[in-house]
């Protein structure tokens, strides 16, 4: 049994999927490139078929990020199998990775296919994607409910045609440790060829055992597993690739296994993908939580005064806070702090690119003496946002008057996809919802406002606010955001971002319907 365990990260398919969170292909580019600093194994960059942005994202990290395997999700159907091969041929390390349902709740009520159909599918499927590339994945979808014989048989069917990872996926987050790793042991036993191959895990969090589950995979021979940083993924999200990797590390006593990871990018990884998925990461998560490293009860505090490891199983460094967290920058800080500073926030840059953030940074920092990490997010945000986000609209002013006795009325002026100016007023039951309607105005469409978030950055009340909207339309979920020493400019800018964002995915759905999604 190979002692290493490999980490799939499905944070751009399984995480962006769910999150409906509409992530343009150069915020796809930097996770990725993150991922690989972070030296994932495998990097999941997307469904390849599902849409031509999915395609293009698939096919400029096969082309441009190096390290990890660069894998695409496929459904069993000819054309997905070829999209996916297309998306990552461009790849060092190519991986297609074919999924079908095999219980029979989905085989019936999803797929509508008999089981001996479904099996037929898997098998030529397998061989086409093997056609194209050595590194072929299969996952039998809702794995933890389907029938046991029938399983076996179609995953030793799927290894004879050269599936090299099989990868269980407990897609409903329905299993428990002990009980999958009776399942586990069943198809190691059961399933003739499956030691020749990589046995993977993929668990959904459903009822908050999605790490449990695949720590305790693990432990029975379980060499890969899936998951997303942050636990991003459908419904309560996929397992969280940090906790499983920091529970390897810390209790390499008891795992005894080898990893390729570098833990220290794992909060600059958390950082990153909690800013472009606008998904706050809760401030008790474990490893990446805001209090995470925190200290409160007095007797603790005394304890990781006289030495850390009192009340701490692993050290902030090592999943790469930096040691004094409060650290602030300031005007006499160099270049060359602020670029490590930044670094350890998840954004890399080269030389010239500093020096333009520099220049900002030090603008900043004469009308703000102390910088913060949120203060540089807010910077970087602003820098990013012209290469990283489509722009049809551009807010150029926004004017709204407000009060318990008046009527709340907004006026804005947009630069339209013409470069014209284009200006219209609208009233609202408040100065955000006012501020909105006159946008839906100029722009000539309307959504429904899910989420809306307002955060001070930083403490003091001459802190910048900053607005996390997500909204609605047809179903679809975009995320926009805004920072501002005023929150209702804030949310005007939040509100147009994420109109911005579902106006140019608008003119990509011209193109062919998505399938399915898996989960
Ligand atoms: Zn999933």
Redesign the pocket.
Known sequence: MASQVKFLD?TLR?GEQSAGIGMTVEEKMQIARQLARMKVDIIEAGFAASSPGDFEAVSRIANEVEGPIICSLSRAVAGDVDAAWNAIKGAKKPRIHVFLSSSEIHQMHQLRKDREDVMNMAVDMVSRAKGYCDDVEFSPMDATRTNRDYLYRMLEEVIKVGATTINI?D?VGYAIPSDFQTMLNDIQQNVRGIENVTLSV?C?NDLGLAVSNSLAAIEVGARQVEGCINGI??RAG?ASLEEIIMALDTRKDFFGVDLNVDTTQIYPSSRLVSRITGMNVQANKAIVGENAFRHASGIHQDGVLKDRSTYEVMKPERVGLPPDVQLVLGKLSGRAGLQARLETLGFSLDREEVTGVYQRFLELADKKPEITDRDLEILMDEENRSTSEPVTYALETVHFTSGDKDIPTATVRLIGPDGETRTDASTGNGPVDAVCRAIDRVVGTTARIEDFQVQAVTEGRDSVGSVTMRIENSGRIFTGRGANTDIIVASAQAYLSAMNRMLAADEEAALPAVGTT??
């Open positions: 499905t399984d996926a897609t993929h959904h993924g459908e996929n898996p989960d």
